[in-house]
Structures are given as C-alpha cells and as structure tokens.
C-alpha cells in the first residue's frame, strides 16, 4: 500500500513510516513500518512467517524471533496489548493478523513534529529493545526446533504469557520488557506440548520478570499451576542481545519439565 492509511485511531504513512493521531507522532523503524505496511495490504487476514520474511527481510534465513521483535515495536508504538490485541492478533504456529478496520486516506499525513526531547526519551526508551531486535536478526540459522520431546504422547499444556515485568526500576527498559513480552509468545506457540491461551482462560499462567542479574539484564520465568502452585522456574542470562536465544532455550526446558510432570504416576 503506498497511500495513507487509517488503522483504527491511528493515521499510518508507510512513505515516512509515521504513525499519527490528534496530537501524537510516533515514528517506526523503517523494518516496523515495511511489516506494518505489509499487514495493512491484507487487513483481516492471516498473514503466515514465510511471507512476512519474505517481504520484509527479502527471503533472508533469518530467525522468526525477528519478526516476534519487530511486531513488539509496532505492538509498542500503537499502545496495543498482545493479550488483549486491538491492532495486531499472533495466530501461533501460524503469523500474524491485522484486526483493526483500516482503510485508505488516499491523502499524505501531517508534517511529524517531535521535539527534541521527546525524541531523545524515545531513543533511549527504544535503546535496549532494539539490541534485542539486533540481535535476533542478526541470527542466521533458524533456532532449533521442537527436540526433546521423541515419543511422548501427553496431552498439551495450556499456557497464558503475562506481560514481561519491568523489574529493574528503570524505564529504559520497558522497550526491552516489551519486546521480551512477544519473544516467550512466540517460544511458547512453537512448542508442540504446549497450547497458548488467552489470559483469564483455565491453564497454566507463566510470568516474566526482566531483572538485572550479575550487572547484565536477564529474564527470569516462573509458570504457575491454576491452583498457584509454582510448577517451574527458569532464568534466562543476559546480556540482552542473548536473550532471545536463552529464551527460547528455557522455554524448551519448561515444555520438558511439564511433560514429564504430566506423565508422573
């Protein structure tokens, strides 16, 4: 789409990648704005991973955690919530989807007006979330997929993400906490034992919290039986452009751990 688009409340330019509404500019990443631009073209439907790395990263191998990270941006930038999506859904195992009304301005937006300060609080809000997004885009070979779990029939788990906590006391790293947010939706939809839910449905509820371990920001997770009964803990290690990976490398642990308890007599 090259002409203005309303996505909701929200005026989207794909030409500058500003997103505008009353007196509010915000101004994606040119790789936020080429994935937002794409979702926009097929607005109510699924759009899957392989076309969404295809279009926007141009076919490149790269991890899907990219493109968890870059929706995260977007997801941030809209004041949308994963949990309770009013812009953009996570179909798990399968892409994403937008399901906002949108439609075409035909006309260009606004002059963007930021001052200097809020532009210079925006970069450093975005400082860590975007090493995060470095990092995993930068990964060139496919995180390894669902292994462990060889001839192990029990049923799947079901498993709601809270939004990752900041627990560091420190708001330049609520970009990094969002960004994580979608990095354990992701790991927790592509496993095979266990099933994402919605928040407030009957399951197992799993926690994030982003802490400072060692001096380095790390992640540490702790999933929670419907009953409260703490039923596994994990820390993923930093730094925070390791993170992705260490994520995902807990997150397989967890669908390990809860097989086996389920298979306990």
């Given at each position: 789409?090259?002409?203005?688009?309303?996505?909701?409340?929200?005026?989207?330019?794909?030409?500058?990648?500003?997103?505008?509404?009353?007196?509010?500019?915000?101004?994606?990443?040119?790789?936020?704005?080429?994935?937002?631009?794409?979702?926009?073209?097929?607005?109510?439907?699924?759009?899957?991973?392989?076309?969404?790395?295809?279009?926007?990263?141009?076919?490149?191998?790269?991890?899907?955690?990219?493109?968890?990270?870059?929706?995260?941006?977007?997801?941030?930038?809209?004041?949308?919530?994963?949990?309770?999506?009013?812009?953009?859904?996570?179909?798990?195992?399968?892409?994403?989807?937008?399901?906002?009304?949108?439609?075409?301005?035909?006309?260009?937006?606004?002059?963007?007006?930021?001052?200097?300060?809020?532009?210079l609080s925006r970069r450093k809000t975005l400082l860590l979330g975007g090493l995060?997004?470095?990092?995993?885009?930068?990964?060139?070979?496919?995180?390894?997929?669902?292994?462990?779990?060889?001839?192990?029939?029990?049923?799947?788990?079901?498993?709601?993400?809270?939004?990752?906590?900041?627990?560091?006391?420190?708001?330049?790293?609520?970009?990094?906490?969002?960004?994580?947010?979608?990095?354990?939706?992701?790991?927790?939809?592509?496993?095979?034992?266990?099933?994402?839910?919605?928040?407030?449905?009957?399951?197992?509820?799993?926690?994030?919290?982003?802490?400072?371990?060692?001096?380095?920001?790390?992640?540490?997770?702790?999933?929670?039986?419907?009953?409260?009964?703490?039923?596994?803990?994990?820390?993923?290690?930093?730094?925070?452009?390791?993170?992705?990976?260490?994520?995902?490398?807990?997150?397989?642990?967890?669908?390990?751990?809860?097989?086996?308890?389920?298979?306990?007599?």
């Amino acid at each position: 789409m090259s002409d203005d688009i309303q996505l909701g409340s929200w005026r989207f330019s794909p030409s500058t990648g500003s997103l505008s509404r009353e007196d509010e500019t915000v101004r994606l990443e040119v790789r936020a704005a080429s994935l937002l631009d794409v979702l926009c073209a097929q607005a109510g439907k699924p759009v899957s991973l392989a076309e969404i790395i295809d279009r926007v990263w141009d076919g490149r191998s790269v991890s899907p955690n990219s493109v968890a990270v870059v929706i995260a941006d977007i997801r941030k930038a809209l004041g949308d919530d994963a949990r309770r999506p009013q812009y953009i859904e996570t179909l798990p195992k399968r892409g994403y989807r937008v399901i906002a009304p949108v439609s075409q301005t035909g006309a260009p937006a606004g002059k963007t007006t930021l001052t200097a300060s809020g532009a210079l609080s925006r970069r450093k809000t975005l400082l860590l979330g975007g090493l995060v997004a470095a990092a995993v885009i930068s990964l060139i070979l496919i995180l390894p997929g669902n292994s462990g779990r060889k001839g192990m029939t029990v049923p799947l788990q079901p498993v709601s993400v809270l939004p990752t906590e900041n627990a560091t006391e420190d708001e330049g790293h609520d970009a990094l906490a969002t960004a994580l947010t979608e990095v354990v939706l992701y790991e927790v939809s592509r496993r095979k034992g266990l099933m994402l839910v919605g928040s407030g449905e009957a399951g197992i509820e799993l926690s994030s919290r982003l802490i400072l371990w060692n001096g380095q920001e790390s992640l540490s997770l702790d999933a929670v039986s419907p009953e409260g009964e703490s039923l596994w803990k994990g820390i993923a290690p930093g730094p925070a452009e390791r993170l992705p990976r260490q994520v995902a490398r807990e997150i397989r642990k967890l669908d390990v751990a809860l097989a086996q308890q389920a298979e306990a007599p």
